[in-house]
């Protein structure tokens, strides 16, 4: 991977790449402005090279792949000329060839909120939008997370029941953490019934049950992922109490029970850097 080229192990674990992730997942939130989109497209695509990048590996939420990352991108500006300039419909294209997995075009989600503003989450849109997301040739994670921020909190509820639920059910094949689910949940959670939570376990338990060894691994960052937000959801005074616990663990592990003396990681930090433009100039320059 060209991440690896470009990071020293010894400062802090591939660090670029965990920034590059992050922000990936991030992303779908819709809360970044033009600004700091074009200053991340620029960071992408200066930190990446498209001929290593080229291959997307389906079920992984990674950045493994240039076009999807750059197309997620561009797909949030605001501003139709940028969007245009940056070659939107191009990468419409090439996503939609190359991957199963790939952001909507910026058209359907103007099309889908302009009748939510005229109708509201009615009856009509939970059936047909329902149907639509179900199109198995397809991933729609990023869509549905972006529909729902249009929605009230009771039809929030609505949607979680009859669109994002049964979406995640028909999907799961690849567990949750893995296959982009994660997005969903993490944005849904509050919305799930006890019932919700129990065929979402049940599922990774079967999965564990039957001990697929290629599975392991997923079944882990799964049973993270369901603690997590089932915590979040119903225990919500517990999270600072499970963070503790899971750096202690890792400590533990990485000094061998206290047996191995490590030196803490300082971080040290710029306080000339205020914003995600301050941090991409100092990165590659203006």
Request: charged share 30%; glycine share 4%.
């Given at each position: 991977?060209?991440?690896?080229?470009?990071?020293?192990?010894?400062?802090?674990?591939?660090w670029?790449k965990?920034?590059?992730?992050?922000?990936?997942?991030?992303?779908?939130?819709?809360?970044?402005?033009?600004?700091?989109?074009?200053?991340?497209?620029?960071?992408?695509?200066?930190?990446?090279?498209?001929?290593?990048?080229?291959?997307?590996?389906?079920?992984?939420?990674?950045?493994?792949?240039?076009?999807?990352?750059?197309?997620?991108?561009?797909?949030?500006?605001?501003?139709?000329?940028?969007?245009?300039?940056?070659?939107?419909?191009?990468?419409?294209?090439?996503?939609?060839?190359?991957?199963?997995?790939?952001?909507?075009?910026?058209?359907?989600?103007?099309a889908?909120?302009?009748?939510?503003?005229?109708?509201?989450?009615?009856?009509?849109?939970?059936?047909?939008?329902?149907?639509?997301?179900?199109?198995?040739?397809?991933?729609?994670?990023?869509?549905?997370?972006?529909?729902?921020?249009?929605?009230?909190?009771?039809?929030?509820?609505?949607?979680?029941?009859k669109?994002?639920f049964?979406?995640?059910?028909?999907?799961?094949?690849?567990?949750?953490?893995?296959?982009?689910?994660g997005?969903?949940?993490?944005?849904?959670?509050?919305?799930?019934?006890?019932?919700?939570?129990?065929?979402?376990?049940?599922?990774?338990?079967?999965?564990?049950?039957?001990?697929?060894?290629?599975?392991?691994?997923?079944?882990?960052?799964?049973?993270?992922?369901?603690?997590?937000?089932?915590?979040?959801?119903?225990?919500?005074?517990?999270?600072?109490?499970?963070?503790?616990?899971?750096?202690?663990?890792?400590?533990?592990?990485?000094?061998?029970?206290?047996?191995?003396?490590?030196?803490?990681?300082?971080?040290?930090?710029?306080?000339?850097?205020?914003?995600?433009?301050?941090?991409?100039?100092?990165?590659?320059?203006?």
């Open positions: 991977m060209s991440f690896e080229l470009k990071n020293n192990p010894h400062d802090f674990y591939y670029r965990s920034l590059m992730d992050a922000y990936y997942e991030y992303l779908p939130q819709g809360k970044m402005g033009d600004q700091d989109l074009l200053a991340l497209h620029k960071l992408i695509n200066a930190w990446t090279n498209p001929e290593i990048e080229r291959t997307f590996r389906y079920g992984e939420q990674s950045v493994d792949c240039l076009k999807n990352y750059t197309y997620r991108i561009v797909s949030l500006l605001k501003d139709s000329e940028l969007r245009k300039q940056l070659g939107e419909e191009q990468f419409c294209e090439s996503v939609a060839k190359d991957s199963q997995l790939y952001t909507e075009p910026h058209e359907i989600l103007e889908i909120t302009q009748y939510l503003k005229e109708n509201g989450a009615d009856k009509n849109f939970m059936v047909n939008w329902g149907l639509y997301i179900m199109d198995p040739r397809f991933t729609r994670t990023t869509l549905i997370t972006r529909v729902g921020d249009f929605l009230t909190e009771k039809e929030k509820r609505d949607y979680s029941d669109c994002v049964p979406y995640i059910e028909a999907h799961d094949q690849y567990g949750y953490a893995d296959s982009g689910l997005e969903l949940i993490g944005n849904f959670y509050w919305c799930f019934t006890d019932k919700n939570w129990e065929t979402l376990m049940t599922r990774v338990l079967e999965e564990i049950y039957k001990g697929e060894p290629a599975y392991l691994y997923s079944a882990n960052r799964d049973l993270e992922l369901m603690n997590l937000y089932y915590n979040m959801a119903r225990h919500p005074g517990k999270i600072e109490k499970l963070f503790e616990e899971r750096l202690s663990m890792h400590w533990n592990w990485i000094t061998e029970n206290g047996i191995l003396n490590l030196k803490e990681y300082i971080l040290d930090f710029d306080q000339s850097i205020h914003s995600l433009q301050d941090f991409v100039c100092k990165q590659i320059g203006k």
